[in-house]
Nanobody
Framework: QVQLVESGGGLVQPGGSLRLSCVAS????????MAWYRQTPGKQREFVAQ???????KYADSVRGRFTISRDNAKNTVYLQMESLKPEDTAVYYC????????????WGQGTQVTVSS
């Protein structure tokens, strides 16, 4: 089990940018992916982006072209650079680590709040 700690959330105006970080408590196996999910009250947690140790990434349609996921394996850290933020991006963002061949589960962080509002 690995502990994940997210940071970087906050209040930003529409069109603004934020960078989220997620630090793992120990080295994440190269066979594991790192991912970001988000959740708003009353809704299920939804996939945002994921990245494999080699750098291959995948995005939800709603964020593709605006968000960029990256990973620094030496620092046990994954980032989510968010650009052109919209009010509908408002959510608690969670970091996830799990074997790349699984569809769910794994370890989760405590979440960081992102609020996009004028």
């Amino acid at each position: 089990q690995v502990q994940l700690v997210e940071s970087g959330g906050g209040l930003v105006q529409p069109g603004g940018s934020l960078r989220l970080s997620c630090v793992a408590s120990r080295t994440v196996a190269s066979s594991y992916l790192m991912a970001w999910y988000r959740q708003t009250p009353g809704k299920q947690r939804e996939f945002v982006a994921q990245i494999l140790s080699g750098g291959m990434s995948k995005y939800a349609d709603s964020v593709r072209g605006r968000f960029t996921i990256s990973r620094d394996n030496a620092k046990n850290t994954v980032y989510l650079q968010m650009e052109s933020l919209k009010p509908e991006d408002t959510a608690v963002y969670y970091c996830n680590s799990r074997p790349a061949w699984t569809a769910g589960g794994g370890d989760w962080g405590q979440g960081t709040q992102v609020t996009v509002s004028s």
